[in-house]
């Protein structure tokens, strides 16, 4: 990591094996980056509402003055309706 952003890191806090947060100094406003990897569709019920929770939990302790940003592997799953080929393609 370079050092001018290095710097710039006020705190990174690991919430589990799925999800941190990474806070930086702003100029303006403090940035709050919440990086997760989402549990899959296959998972059962009970592991993606603890998912759902400790996320929820987690953007809940974001200061409402920070900007915030969500990011990392949602695993959204695109379906294969006809009327988003053209963006989707056929796969």
Known sequence: MRKEVEKNITSFTPIN???????????FHNITLINV??????????EKDKFY?????????VLKRDILMILGDLNAKIGKE??????????
Do not use: F, P, W
Not at 37 to 46: I, R, S
Not at 54 to 61: G, P
Not at 82 to 91: D, F, L, Q
């Open 17 to 27: 094996e799925r999800m941190c947060i990474l806070r930086l100094k702003g100029k």
């Open 37 to 46: 990897h989402a549990v899959t569709e296959e998972k059962m019920e009970e």
């Open 53 to 61: 929770d400790d996320l929820q939990k987690t953007y809940d302790r």
């Open 82 to 91: 006809k009327a988003y080929e053209s963006v989707t393609g056929k796969n």
